[in-house]
């Protein structure tokens, strides 16, 4: 299990204990005011810190290794997310307080987008967060569980990523579904600099016997995690790359991949 369960999970899954979603937990710790913080600075300076991350690394300057050690930190204590499966999203709408749809602050500030609404806020009040940003606050919209589900599902079927992110850990305010314009993303894997999510808590796995070799989950795949081998002409998964997301599973013509836990 990872940090966060042992931490905060009362012996399951962190994102399945409810007191990290109550309302009595998010009025502590000043936690609204580091969410207004959090979206004013997502759309202004949290990417030229993550590219100028990237330089330092690339130019191997010596101040990069503490930066993404102190960075590391300061994410996990304040905004930290973990990749889910469809069927675990379900059970995060379910407990959460209330749910907002939200534009994607990633999407807005590395694409200029801001109708892009992808994310879900949970529990917290983004009619408020939102106040300093009309351009991003006219697009909120409070939705019943039904209509969540129905979404997460089409976004699944988008092939989007869904992850869970704390608002001063072990908070959880946000279900997001993504791409690779996740800043997360450009942050952990494609430019390695710092670490802002944990991998799921399952690994797919392809049964080569149902396999026919269709390449159809690579797709799907955000994390290069699938391979295909042109003797056997079949996949398989790489488990030290699989973020246990689940979506290669859409892939799947032949009901060939499953998810099983790591525990």
Not at 3 to 29: D, P
Not at 51 to 72: D, F, N, R, S, W
Not at 104 to 116: D, F, L, M, T
Request: hydrophobic fraction near 35%; glycine fraction near 6%; aromatic fraction near 10%.
């Amino acid at each position: 299990m990872c940090e966060l369960c042992l931490q905060h999970g009362e012996g399951k899954k962190w994102y399945e204990v409810m007191k990290n979603y109550s309302l009595e937990l998010y009025a502590q710790n000043k936690r609204e005011q580091y969410a207004q913080e959090f979206l004013a600075s997502s759309q202004t300076t949290m990417l030229p810190r993550i590219e100028k991350m990237a330089q330092m690394k690339k130019k191997k300057v010596p101040l990069y290794h503490p930066y993404h050690k102190i960075g590391t930190w300061y994410m996990k204590k304040n905004h930290f997310g973990q990749v889910i499966p469809l069927e675990d999203a379900y059970k995060v709408l379910e407990l959460a307080q209330s749910i907002t749809r939200i534009p994607c602050v990633c999407r807005s500030a590395i694409k200029g987008v801001k109708n892009a609404r992808y994310c879900f806020a949970l529990g917290m009040d983004p009619f408020k967060i939102f106040n300093g940003f009309p351009e991003l606050k006219e697009s909120l919209e409070v939705l019943t569980l039904e209509q969540a589900k129905a979404l997460v599902t089409q976004f699944d079927q988008e092939g989007l990523v869904h992850s869970v992110w704390t608002f001063k850990t072990p908070f959880i305010g946000a279900l997001c579904n993504c791409d690779q314009d996740c800043m997360a993303y450009k942050s952990q894997i494609s430019l390695e600099v710092m670490e802002v999510m944990y991998k799921g808590e399952y690994l797919a796995e392809i049964n080569p016997e149902e396999c026919v070799g269709c390449r159809n989950c690579l797709k799907y795949c955000q994390f290069g995690a699938i391979e295909y081998s042109i003797l056997a002409e079949k996949c398989s998964v790489n488990k030290e790359s699989c973020y246990g997301c689940g979506l290669c599973r859409r892939g799947c013509k032949k009901d060939a991949i499953t998810l099983v836990s790591k525990d």
